[in-house]
């Protein structure tokens, strides 16, 4: 929602001395997933942590899927490096736990503890494996800059190549209740949820900033599906309360442009900027208001999904800007090849090009789709209404984008077995949910039938709801041996007709879940079994 826009900073030493990734993607619109996606490589659904709190998600559940000392920074750590850490790491990440075991792999460390990891005002963080530590009345921004820096100081001291994590809790909604007084959880019910809390120096920034007015901000009409298109459009009350939520996440976010600016001066005084790779990034992405939809995250749509990344250091081009397909799995293997460090075999993604001549290959030979998934609830950060609790429990969902000059398309298929389908070139604001019975659909999308892009489209997301390693990158040769698809477009050959129609799976859920659970995922990609049910000089595969 424009919020680089209003970070000087950022603009000023990132996206003018390097190369903005327009197309970068999560692939799982929630921060702990996410995370764990970033850190390891893999998707979701195959770290099997896929929440926020146990049993499906949080630290203890990345703990027990054994991923504690297979990560990055172990990983780093293997290959020279010091490594230093502070912020948030995980949810669910506590004082309760945070040494049971303590994180692996990190020189040192100062780590957001919950349940005050979104107290902006009240926050507590354990250094070095110590005691948990309360910093009540300073902001909790203003608190991790100053950890950032002493970090950044003893990595130059070491003289040893290093990483520096810098996770600030800005822009997330501020939470409170009774029971985190005392170091307590509380059940997400039961949880006040309001907006961002800004450094006192620039609560009075932005006054009259609005959230965009695009043409899905609060639509007159429904949209989407399932739970979604069932919401009621917002009243003028509710309109004003998320205007000023936006503008509270847009002066939080002043204090990270504070922390971009103090690190690239403490490196340039040390005279290592230009030999130091800078990464902004985010877990996901928020919608407020567009869609009808309360300040959250958790869905499939660009605002959730679609979110910054900036790369600069040596040989990225300055002043860029991209639109090859980037996505959190592909951050891990990334920065192990920036380290010299060997990539793994199971890694879901793939290293992202940082020089004029790489990203201009990439821009004609990289694949051009993204996987999206999301299991259990969504949430509401914004005011609790009668139309619109604090949870929508049926949020679980498999999702996919595939965007080239000719399409840019997004495709989902609910847990209820509900569909949507987004032309973007037409409908940017995902307004018009193609497979809906209600809309009017076309007879074609980029020149191709609907029906056939469909088919397509629901192949594709079959073998990608389930893939591994080399075939969450390249997914159309699991579906064509042969070598001869690469791309949507190629698919789309006439002569691919007769399988698609008649011998593909369609993709289906057997019943909505919270977490993770194969039996409730429905039909499952078999590559073995698939290519055994074709006579292998069948014209289909040649």
């Known amino acids: 929602m424009n919020s680089l826009d209003y970070m000087p900073f950022v603009h000023k030493h990132l996206i003018d001395h390097g190369t903005l990734f327009k197309r970068h993607f999560c692939t799982t619109a929630l921060c702990c997933p996410s995370r764990v996606t970033l850190w390891t490589g893999k998707a979701a659904h195959n770290t099997n942590v896929t929440n926020v709190v146990p049993p499906y998600g949080g630290y203890p559940k990345f703990v027990s899927q054994g991923l504690n000392d297979k990560y990055l920074p172990v990983w780093l750590q293997e290959s020279g490096y010091n490594t230093y850490y502070t912020g948030k790491l995980f949810n669910a990440h506590s004082v309760d736990n945070y040494d049971s075991p303590h994180a692996a792999g990190w020189t040192a460390s100062d780590f957001l503890l919950d349940p005050f990891t979104y107290s902006y005002e009240n926050s507590t963080y354990t250094r070095n494996q110590g005691t948990p530590v309360s910093y009540e009345g300073h902001h909790s921004v203003d608190v991790l800059a100053e950890k950032a820096l002493g970090f950044l100081d003893e990595a130059i001291e070491a003289k040893k190549p290093f990483f520096l994590g810098v996770a600030p809790v800005s822009p997330h909604a501020n939470l409170w209740s009774p029971a985190f007084k005392d170091g307590n959880h509380s059940d997400l019910e039961d949880i006040d949820f309001s907006p961002p809390v ?3 120096r620039h609560a009075h920034l932005f006054k009259d900033v609005k959230v965009p007015r695009t043409a899905n901000f609060n639509p007159d009409k429904p949209s989407g599906a399932s739970w979604i298109r069932k919401l009621p459009k917002q009243s003028q009350e509710t309109v004003d309360y998320n205007d000023h939520f936006y503008r509270q996440r847009l002066r939080t976010l002043q204090s990270v442009d504070e922390i971009v600016d103090s690190i690239v001066r403490k490196l340039d005084a040390h005279r290592m900027l230009d030999n130091t790779y800078i990464i902004y990034t985010t877990d996901n992405g928020y919608h407020i208001g567009q869609h009808r939809m309360q300040p959250a995250k958790q869905c499939s749509f660009e605002e959730d999904i679609n979110i910054p990344l900036i790369i600069r250091g ?6 860029s800007t991209t639109d090859i397909i980037t996505t959190h799995t592909d951050l891990a293997p990334t ?10 075999g199971d890694f879901d993604g793939l290293a992202i090009p940082l020089t004029e001549s790489s990203l201009a290959e990439a821009s004609e030979t990289r694949h051009e789709h993204v996987t999206v998934e999301h299991w259990g609830f969504a949430s509401n950060e914004g005011q ?3 139309s619109y609790p604090r949870l929508h429990m049926n949020n679980t969902y498999k999702a996919l984008r595939v965007i080239s000059k000719s399409y840019d398309l997004h495709y989902q298929v609910w847990c209820n077995n509900e ?3 987004h032309d973007l070139k037409t409908d940017p604001g995902q307004m018009v949910n193609l497979l809906h019975p209600e809309e009017k659909a076309p007879t074609t999308i980029a020149g191709w039938p609907l029906d056939k892009v469909v088919a397509r489209l629901d192949s594709l997301l079959f073998v990608l709801k389930s893939c591994k390693a080399e075939t969450c990158i390249h997914p159309w040769r699991a579906l064509h041996p042969a070598g001869n698809v690469e791309s949507l477009r190629d698919a789309l050959s006439p002569r ?12 289906e859920f057997d019943r909505c879940e919270m977490g993770f659970l ?3 995922e429905g039909p499952q990609f078999q590559h073995d079994s698939l290519l055994s049910s074709f006579d292998p000089k069948w014209h289909e595969w040649t």
């Open 198 to 200: 800004p450094a006192a």
């Open 314 to 319: 040596p040989g990225v081009p300055e002043k």
């Open 335 to 344: 920065l192990l090849e920036i380290a010299g460090a060997p990539l793994r």
């Open 384 to 386: 609790v209404l009668d």
């Open 419 to 421: 569909r949507e389908l």
């Open 496 to 507: 691919f007709d007769s399988f698609y129609e008649e011998k593909s799976r369609r993709i």
């Open 518 to 520: 194969l039996e409730a």
